[in-house]
């Protein structure tokens, strides 16, 4: 790899050169600039052609930058690397859906292969960039736009490709998974929220990730990936962690469980939520920023990885490493003398997943009182509730999004005085026992 720009290479030469650009400099940037300045010998060993970083497009010059990244590569005409005929790849790391999207449709209309972590723009255009791509006859690939540097995406999309897969997902946000252990060890939620926004997990505006939407959109590339369907992130059924008490936590301590935020989608139907979950169950596994993701195949079973999702490291590893596989293709291309897309780019189904994921509800009653009243009014309006083994104060029902809406009906009348209402995690009862197989 060279760090200043050559002479316009001969695009006809098959072995000629690829030109990157690398848009945006930001924490995912700067990280994959690093790695990509210090890989010059590693990538093209791996991936059989050398390459030259041709330009990183930012918004602004004067921003100090890390000093191993030339000066001479930056320019804050990011447009005219896109449009400049002689860069082969674009790796975006603007992220949201504003001007990264434009970037992102004109390279690939322009047939340039795209390497982005951009899991917004995934997860609501996703069917759409894929299409684009497969027409164009180049690679949209991202795999870090979920869980950092878990090999998540690919597997899916390649090592999976021969299977039915009936379930994918589990905890995708490292932040609220931060705060959600801090709470379970005794601080409230805007203790541990404070705690989270000090240590650089937790934007000042934490709304993303307390309100599920950075977990929803996790959620939709993946089930777009397992089931080839068009879920978006606004069809999943989305509950954050907001209301979330430390009496919720007390609870779970008592019951043997833990509360997560799970983000979980099936053939039919999907959800994020906070859950209680049993102690030994993976997706209770995960403390502090951990993501833990488990995909469940007909005949795989149940496969489940662990790791950080989130931070400059491991994303722009996972960066890198789609950088080496679209070079690889480029390589493999050249020397079929084709232009084909990547096998993640098969297009998806227009249907989606309509449905919310049935779970039992747990409800934490408000006085420790009898639990009686509470279970006939359930009872009353045909939901079979039952109290909780050795738990007073605790009923467990049932419900389909029906049953969800009559308990609400019946907490508005105050015929169940409900300090909290929270799914209780219940695996598809196909799934085969789950067992951890890689942990990174
Ligand atoms: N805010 C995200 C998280 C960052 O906490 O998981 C990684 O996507």
């Known amino acids: 790899m060279s760090l200043t720009h050559p002479a316009h290479a001969d695009r006809t030469d098959a072995n000629r050169d690829v030109r990157i650009a690398l848009l945006g400099c930001g924490t995912v940037g700067s990280g994959v600039a690093r790695l990509l ?13 050398d390459y030259w970083l041709a330009g990183i497009g930012v918004r602004s010059l004067s921003k100090p930058r890390p000093p191993e990244i030339p000066a001479g590569l930056f320019t804050e005409d990011a447009r005219g690397l896109v449009d400049d005929p002689t860069i082969d790849v674009v ?12 970037f992102v449709v004109a390279a690939l209309e322009a047939r340039k292969h795209v390497v982005t972590a951009n899991k917004d723009l995934l997860a609501t255009r996703g069917p759409e960039l894929r299409a684009l791509a497969a027409a164009r006859g180049v690679t949209i690939a991202y795999e870090a736009a979920v869980g950092g540097a878990i090999p998540i ?5 390649e090592s999976l490709a021969g299977e039915e897969i009936l379930e994918v997902g589990g905890v995708l946000n490292g932040t609220t998974n931060f705060i959600l252990s801090e709470m379970f060890g005794g601080a409230t939620y805007a203790g541990a929220l404070a705690a989270a926004q000090r240590l650089g997990f937790a934007e000042t ?19 777009q990936l397992a089931f080839r369907r068009g879920l978006v992130t606004h069809e999943i059924p989305r509950t954050g962690i907001t209301a979330l008490s430390r009496d919720d936590h ?20 999907s959800i994020v939520t906070p859950a209680y979950v049993p102690t030994e169950h993976p ?7 951990q993501n833990c993701i488990r995909v469940t195949g007909r005949s795989s079973g149940s496969l489940t990885f662990a790791g950080t999702g989130a931070g400059s490291g491991p994303t722009a590893s996972s960066v890198v490493g789609d950088v080496v596989a679209v070079l690889r293709r480029i390589t493999a291309n050249r020397n079929a003398g084709v232009s084909t897309a990547s096998t993640m780019l098969e297009p998806v189904r227009e249907d989606v997943l309509e449905k919310s994921i049935p779970l039992r509800r747990v409800l934490r009653l408000a006085t420790l009182g009898d639990v009686r009243p509470a279970r006939e009014a359930l009872v009353g309006s045909g939901i079979a509730a039952e109290p909780l083994d050795g738990l007073p104060a605790v009923v467990t029902a049932p419900l389909d999004s029906e049953g969800a809406r009559c308990i609400e009906t019946l907490i508005a009348a105050r015929e169940i005085g409900a300090a909290s209402v929270i799914p209780l995690w219940e695996d598809l009862s196909v799934v085969p026992s789950t067992s951890p197989l890689l942990e990174v």
């Open 153 to 157: 995406v690919r597997t899916i999309a």
């Open 283 to 289: 997706f209770a596994q995960p403390v502090g920023p």
């Open 205 to 223: 505006d934490p709304t993303n990730d307390v309100a599920g939407i950075d977990a929803a959109h996790k959620l939709a590339i993946l089930a």
């Open 91 to 102: 790796i975006e790391c603007i992220g949201g859906t504003g001007v990264a999207a434009e």
């Open 250 to 269: 007390g609870l779970a301590k008592r019951a043997g469980w833990r509360l997560k935020l799970i983000a979980c989608a099936r053939t039919d139907s």
């Open 37 to 49: 300045v210090n890989s010059t010998s590693s990538v093209p060993a791996r991936s059989g052609v």
